[in-house]
């Protein structure tokens, strides 16, 4: 998957920097987005792009939120969260649903894995359950 968004369950960045110059520098890599898609990702999981605090000082939920922004950043065909909602207040779940949502208009393949799924449910198309090592089907959805 050469355009895979991926959110493991404790994303890591690197602690000195600001959340934004980890975005600007994760963009840097395949140089797809600009500092302005970096900016508006910021705003819209609810962190502040001219925020210049370490990602030491960052609370869970701003590390999870900025690890939501990196995971989107550039537009990926293919999301892969794992817990995106963890340490998220209600505020964060409402915004990463938003962002699920639009991410599926685009296109996008979205697979959310998560034990506590009740706020974001409702977005996916199909769940599986797992209990015991076992995959169970949770049933097709209408919208």
């Known amino acids: 998957m050469e ?3 991926v959110l493991i369950e404790n994303p890591s960045f ?3 920097y600001s959340g934004k110059v980890n975005l ?3 963009a840097a890599i395949r140089n797809t987005v600009d500092e302005a898609r970096v900016d508006e990702m ?3 999981v609810g962190l502040d792009p001219f925020d210049e605090r370490p990602v030491r000082a960052y ?3 701003m590390r ?8 989107l950043l550039e537009y990926p065909s293919t999301i892969l969260l794992d817990e995106p909602v963890n340490a998220l207040d209600p505020a964060g779940v409402d915004q990463v ?3 699920l949502r639009e991410a599926r208009a685009g296109g996008a393949l979205v697979v959310v894995a998560c034990h506590d799924s009740e706020e974001i449910e409702a977005l996916f198309d199909e769940t599986l359950s797992m209990a ?3 995959l169970y089907d949770g049933g097709a959805r209408d919208h």
Do not use: F, P, W, Y
């Not at 999870?64 to 995971?71: F, P, V």
């Open 97 to 99: 649903a938003e962002l």
């Open 14 to 16: 690197v602690r000195s």
């Open 59 to 61: 609370s869970l939920g």
């Open 132 to 134: 015991e090592g076992k």
């Open 3 to 5: 355009d895979a968004g």
């Open 42 to 44: 910021l705003g819209r």
């Open 24 to 26: 600007v520098e994760l």
């Open 64 to 71: 999870q939120r900025l690890g939501i922004a990196a995971a």
